[in-house]
């Protein structure tokens, strides 16, 4: 016996927007209480996840690389990623940490 979406809607309860808020706020809380997730900040990438699962499942391998500042940036490449993707992967990354620490500049790659 299957139930269309709008009968399934009609069974739920309905939410006010904090009440909703708050169920989601707990459901984030508790997914990053998983060992693999923990580690994601607050403004994770779908591409991000996606990376930790394949490295999760050993599809994929942590590349760091150390500035002279001895700031380090880990990226995330496939197991067979070529130079060219590597580099892709990289420039994703440093934009995504300057961003993330609020620094805006133009890097000429």
């Known amino acids: 016996n299957c139930k269309s979406s709008q009968d399934m809607a009609e069974d739920s309860p ?16 508790e997914m990053t209480n ?4 923990s580690s994601l900040p607050n403004d ?5 996840v996606n990376s930790l699962i394949a490295l999760d499942y050993g599809l994929a391998m942590t590349v760091t690389v150390y500035k002279e500042s001895q ?3 880990a ?24 961003k993330r620490k609020g620094e805006i500049r133009r890097i000429n790659w």
């Open 14 to 29: 309905t939410l006010t927007h904090n009440e909703a808020m708050t169920v989601f706020k707990n459901s984030i809380s």
């Open 71 to 73: 700031e380090r940036i």
């Open 75 to 98: 990226v995330i490449i496939p197991q067979n990623a070529t130079i060219k993707q590597f580099k892709k992967a990289f420039q994703r990354q440093t934009l995504l940490h300057l």
């Open 44 to 48: 994770v990438t779908i591409d991000e």
């Open 34 to 37: 998983d060992s693999l997730l």
